[in-house]
Every structure is written in C-alpha cells, then in structure tokens.
Antibody, heavy 122, light 107 residues
C-alpha cells in the first residue's frame, strides 16, 4: 500500500522560504509524477506543481516564479520550496501521486498524504 | 489557463436521492477530468478519472459522464457517508485546475 507523508515546519515567517518534504513508502517513486497541492483554510484546492522521477517539472503559472519542486529517488522523497511567502500562502499542503491510466489515457491523483498546515506569520 | 466552473456550490438532499453536480471547462478538455471527494480534515479521494472511469474501490452509486466542456458527477442513491465536498479537476493541458467545489449535505 503506497503511503505519502509530508514533513516540514508548521510556521514560516513572511518573506522567508517554505520548505516541505514528502516521503513515499510502500512503492517506488519511479515512473510517476509527484505533485504538491494546497488548500487555504476554508477554501478550495490549488495545484502547485509536479515533478517526474527524472526531475522534469511543471508548475502552476500563478506560482511559477516562486516554486521549486525536486525529487530524490535514492530517498524516495520529493520536496517543495516556495519563496517570499506571505499570509496568502497559509494553507494545508498536500503531496499526491499522479497516475496515468492507460485504459482511459488520462491521469488521476490516486494517493495523497494526510496534509500539513503551514502558517505564515511573524 | 483553463478555468473550471462547478455548480451548484452547495446542495442538500435526502438519503436515497439522486444527486447531480456539474462542471464546465472554459475550453474543450476531451475527457481529461477527474472527480474528488473531500471530507472535513481529510485529504481528497479520487472517485472518477477520465470523466467516466470509476476508481478502484469506489461504490457503484458514483458515476461520471461528459466530454469536451461539460461534465457531470452523479450519485445515484445518496448515502449518509456521502456528505462531503466534491471537486472536479481538469488535467488536459499539463496545468491541472480544480473547480471551486460543491458541498453536499445529507439531510
């Protein structure tokens, strides 16, 4: 059973960098896309970006200038860095696996971490 | 960027009712659409991928349909455990975007 677990500071100061890591267990990080998705308190979901096991990345255009997602296949981990944070970046951050379904030729986020709340405040 | 518009934003229905949620894309996305269920304090759960394919383990009362710009999630017989917020997600242009969500209350 694949499991994902987010880790990192729960409090970040404004203008600093938010850093989170997602550890994947029960399966290999290879051959999948790995994503970060966030949800501000009481609001909807926002896709941040994803990384392939090769290191190729795609980011949400609205966050692209501040986001870096990287992968460490030796540790079965991938990470998120978000620079110059403000209160608007306060959210629950989820990591998720993006799977390609060959039968339908489409993708789905089939495994998710439990989420971690990151608060931006001085 | 492709925008996703869900309706209604919330609904209340009784156990056994048939419930329909719609999602409209700002441009055609073939069938590259998924539906997710999120309960309070929990991560979203994949229900439907490819607009109409049921994810393994998801009850058969959930179904999806549509292609192009208009999509529907149907719960054929609403159950108490279906109380949740439902999101559509387009994954057509390598920049996935969620709808704003539909909160379903079971009376």
């Amino acid at each position: 059973q694949v499991q994902l677990q987010e880790s990192g500071p729960g409090l970040v100061k404004p203008s600093e960098t938010l850093s989170l890591t997602c550890t994947v267990s029960g399966g290999s990080i290879r051959s999948y896309y790995w994503s970060w998705i966030r949800q501000p308190p009481g609001k909807g979901l926002e896709w941040i970006g994803y990384v392939y096991h090769s290191g190729d990345t795609v980011y949400n255009p609205s966050l692209k200038s501040r986001v870096t997602i990287s992968v460490d296949t030796s540790k079965n981990q991938f990470s998120l860095k978000l620079t110059s944070v403000t209160a608007a970046d306060t959210a629950v951050y989820y990591c998720a696996r993006r799977t390609f379904y060959y039968g339908s030729g489409s993708y789905g986020f089939d495994y998710w971490g439990q989420g971690t709340l990151v608060t931006v405040s001085s | 960027a492709i925008q996703m518009t869900q309706s209604p934003s919330s609904l209340s229905a009784s156990v056994g009712d048939r419930v329909t949620i719609t999602c409209r894309a700002s441009q055609a996305i073939r069938d590259d659409l998924g539906w997710y269920q999120q309960k309070p304090g929990k991560a979203p759960k994949l229900l439907i991928y490819g607009a109409s394919s049921l994810q393994s383990g998801v009850p058969l009362r959930f179904s999806g349909s549509g292609s192009g710009t208009d999509f529907t999630l149907t719960i054929s017989s609403l159950q108490p455990e279906d109380s949740a917020t439902y999101y559509c997600l387009q994954d057509y242009d390598s920049s996935p975007a969620f709808g704003q969500g539909t909160k379903v209350e079971v009376k």
